[in-house]
């Protein structure tokens, strides 16, 4: 993992892009056989000594010994981090780059997961609950199967105000995320939290991450 990148996604970039073309923009180069010639861009010279190798996707200079992939001619060239070119050369190319996720985020996600199950799992069971009978019978009455709104998960969101929360702090579910994960809100700073739905069914939706 160079800079963070998988070697696939690295080798995918410098087989799409074309480092004759890359260095072009910067050097007069003229076709010497297999490879290119210029003038060297990295330091003072008269005659030509610095080839490019489009075969092998790499740069080289027989003056002053600088040489490497199309990464590095342009982190030379541009003065750019290894990241900074990979993107760079991956915009150009029309490859996509993973989203890199730092443990922080990862911490984060994982957190919001964990509250959402909570809830889904919260309604789920109040429906299925002593209290839900009335929901269930709504759910009938609405035409759908009690088997399928098992399978796709129905909950049903009881009267009162407290009982997700309690159930959330049972669970030892960080409250900093109902905000983000938004299945709960507080009218203003420090006021009480309160889950967002009441005596509705709802259905959770699919994970899409
Ligand atoms: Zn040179």
């Known amino acids: 993992m160079a800079g963070g990148f998988s070697s696939q996604i690295l080798d995918e970039i410098?087989?799409?892009v074309d480092i004759v073309?890359?260095?072009?923009?910067?050097?007069n180069l003229k076709r010497a056989g297999e490879h290119w010639k210029g003038l060297c861009p990295f330091h003072s010279e008269k005659t030509p000594?610095?080839?490019?190798?489009?075969?092998?996707g790499i740069f080289h200079c027989f003056g002053c010994g600088v040489g490497g992939d199309a990464f590095g001619f342009l982190m030379r060239q541009d003065r750019l981090a290894f990241p900074e070119a990979v993107r760079a050369l991956a915009q150009r190319s029309g490859?996509?780059?993973?989203?890199?996720r730092t443990p922080e985020v990862e911490g984060k996600l994982e957190g919001l997961r964990r509250v959402m199950t909570l809830a889904a799992q919260f309604y789920t069971d109040a429906?299925?609950?002593?209290?839900g009978a009335r929901a269930r019978a709504y759910v009938e009455g609405r035409g759908v199967d009690l088997d399928v709104a098992r399978?796709?998960?129905?909950?049903?969101?009881?009267?009162?105000?407290?009982?997700?929360?309690t159930h959330m702090a049972s669970a030892a579910a960080s409250s900093s995320l109902f905000a983000i994960s938004r299945v709960a809100w507080s009218p203003s700073a420090g006021?009480?939290?309160?889950?967002?739905?009441?005596s509705i069914s709802i259905r959770p939706r699919p994970r899409s991450t």
């Open 151 to 165: 399978r796709f998960g129905l909950g049903y969101a009881p009267e009162g105000w407290n009982a997700l929360l």
């Open 127 to 131: 429906l299925w609950a002593k209290d």
């Open 14 to 16: 410098r087989s799409r």
């Open 21 to 27: 073309e890359i260095v072009g923009q910067f050097v």
């Open 95 to 100: 490859v996509e780059l993973p989203t890199q």
């Open 191 to 198: 006021a009480p939290w309160a889950r967002r739905s009441r």
């Open 49 to 56: 000594s610095f080839t490019v190798n489009p075969k092998r």
